[in-house]
Every structure is written in C-alpha cells, then in structure tokens.
C-alpha cells in the first residue's frame, strides 16, 4: 500500500461511503474532500467534514498507518492542529493535538474494492519501462494528447525555472544569462555543467570587449577552460597558451579544473574542445543574441545563425595537437536543433513569466513544433508502445512524461494510468 493510492481513493471518493464512521464510532459525512496540496503541510485543503452532528472545516491528512503522523513528527508542526480527518488504511495508534483531542480517523482498508487495488498493484509492480505496456494502446487518445500537452508545460516551466536562477544570479542580466544557457546548451549532455561554468567564469561582456579579436576570445576560453596542453606542440597551441596566459593575468581569472571535462563515450564533433572552439564565433557575431533569440520568429533564421564555422585549426583538430580528415567545418544541424530546444526554447519562456506575457510561451512551443522530434532511447520507447512523437514538442513532453510518470510509476497522477485503473 502507498500514500499515493490512498491519495487517489480520498481525492476522487473512490470507497464505499456506506454508514461512514471514525474509529470511535461517530459518523462522517464528506461533503468536499478538499483541495490537493502538493506543498509541506496537510495533504488536502479547506476539506468540509460533517462529524456527528458538527460540520467541521480544514484539512485532511494521508497515511498508510495512522501511526505515520508520528514518524513524520507532524505532532510537533502546528501546521497540523487544523487536521479535521486523518485519513489511512491501517489504524494502529490514536492521534492527538497538542489540547490533547483525539483527531479523527477514517480508515478505508475494508471499504475499497479490491479489484482496484490489485490493478493498480500490477502498475507499479510493472518490471516493463512503461507499467501499463500491456495496456496502453487501448487508452483513450484524448488521455495521450492530454499528457503529452501537460508534460510538455511542465517541462517548460522547469527549464524556465533554470532560466530565472541564472538570471538573478547574473544581475538580472538577460544577455550574460543567454550567454550562460547558450553555452550549457552546447555541451549538452556531459559537458553542460563545465560549459556553463566556463560561462560564468568568463562573463559575456569582457567577450565583449575582445568582439573583433576571435583569437583573443579564444584564448581566453580555451585558457579558463584548463584544456590548453602544458607543453604546446604547434605554433597555434604556443600562441594560444601565450595570449591566454597574458589574458588570464590580466583578468585576474582562475582556469577550470582539467577533469571537469568529458571526453569518454562522447563522438569526436562532441568533445568539448570542438564546442568551446564554437562558442568563439557565436559570441563574437555582431548582434545581441538574447535579442535575436527573443525576437527572431523564422526557425530557418535562427538555425542558419547558430550554424556557425570554429576557427581554422579547429576545422582540422578535435583535440589539440592531432589534426584530423574529418574536422568539423560547421556545427550541425542536430546540434542547433538542442540549442533552440535546450536554450532558445526556455529562454523565451522564462522572459515570458518574467514579463507576464503568455505570447513567449505560446512563441516557444511553435518553435519546437516547427522541429522534428528527437531521437533517443525515450522516444524510442515510447514508439515501441505505440507513442509516436510528430515533432520537438512531442518529444520533450514524452521526455518529461517517462521521466516524472512512469519511472517512479506515479501512475495515479497519469491521466493515462488513472483512464486505465477506472476500467
């Protein structure tokens, strides 16, 4: 038994109400289950209770044994003195406020069908990546689209969030904060932590004041970055080292830590000295980025903007010292697909909660459907099933859909799992 499920009975009354009684023996009529509440605190709010012959109002707590309120210490939190019902599937101990009355209990162990519950036992004991696999492509289309719409803004608003913190921490900063995402973007999966870092470490407007010298930006990043080798071998590493040296000095900048970088089970055109080179010319274009990115509405637009050329030896080198045939001459067009989902994406929906205008938002969700829908071991299990995402928006909203659904089976927050417990 789970909280969750008993979560579920009480929200949608899904009991037998029959002669409803505490566990002393008095009468309980529900006339409104309350809100869920989903924040530190009771877990239903502004409950109407009739008990006996008192209606009472107030919220309701869930457990699994009333004895729980004691091994969540809610006896010591006044946040509880206004618990009007406990709510549980084992009564094991009575519970008392701190006037020392007894806070009524409802126990729904014998009062819900057990066919309900052996159903929603074979959801979360599933051992398949979907729990209800075997049924899913029987459920209800509308449910799909349903989920699919609510992930997907749930997605959004959480990289949004990202957003918003890079943003006060940079000042309020809207271009430093584009600078920051954009370069997280970029090293996206292993690398955006150190890439991100390397952003914070050297702020877009002392790029800024080296625009017209992209050898001195980057010397700069590539000397913050720690990657620049110790004993230079070709004249471009010995010139870098030299600039970067001069510069770090001069900024008083401090280099990364070298094993922040990852370069294993990454493919060559991914290795964060390609993308660091790629950052140079992004940075040194002459245009605001958070403006264009904000503004700009042509997806083609935008793509043939971040779809930038590194630097000479970059074009021949996916590391230093040891060039190569196949050099990257272009960043590609799989990678300026995750900038505009990664970066561009949240960054118009964080200025639109900053500015209270949905029409970023609505902006941002016609971007990602104007992109074909990623590719990647998610989506590819979700096609298995019998999910076929027809676009980026799709895609990120099954991305969220397995990620905070169905791995942790909270499949009565589903509207899929909940359309299937019901049959």
Known sequence: ?????????????????????????????????????????????????????????????????SSDWFRHTHETDAAYENVILHVVWIHDAPVYRTDGTEVPTLCLQNRTDPAWLDRYQILVHSQEALACSSQFLTAFELHKRSMLDRTLIQRLSAKAEKVRQLWEQSQNNWEETTWQILARSLGSPLNAEPLEWLARTVPLRLLHKHRNQPFQVEALLFGCSGLIPATPQDAYTLQLQREADFLLKKYELQPLPTQVWKFLRLRPASFPTVRIAQLVPLVTQPLSLFSFFINQEDVTTIMKTVQVSPSEYWQQHYTFHKPTEH???????????????????????????????????????????????????ITKTWKSYGLKCQNAADSQGALEWMQTYCQPRKCLSCSVGLGLLKR
């Open 1 to 65: 038994m789970t909280e969750d499920f008993i979560h579920y009975l009480w929200q949608f009354q899904q009991f037998d109400a029959t002669a409803l009684q505490t566990e002393t023996g008095d009468s309980v009529q529900v006339i409104s289950p309350g809100k869920a509440h989903q924040d530190a605190g009771p877990d239903f709010q502004q409950a109407r209770i009739r008990i006996s012959t008192l209606e009472w109002v107030g919220t309701v707590e869930i457990h699994t044994r």
């Open 327 to 377: 050099g990257v001459t272009q960043l590609g067009q799989e990678t300026a697909h995750r900038i505009l989902i990664n970066a561009v994406v949240p960054l118009l929906v964080a200025y639109g909660h900053h500015k209270d205008e949905a029409r970023y938002t609505d902006r941002a969700i016609e971007r990602l459907e104007q992109l074909p829908a990623e590719q990647h071991a």
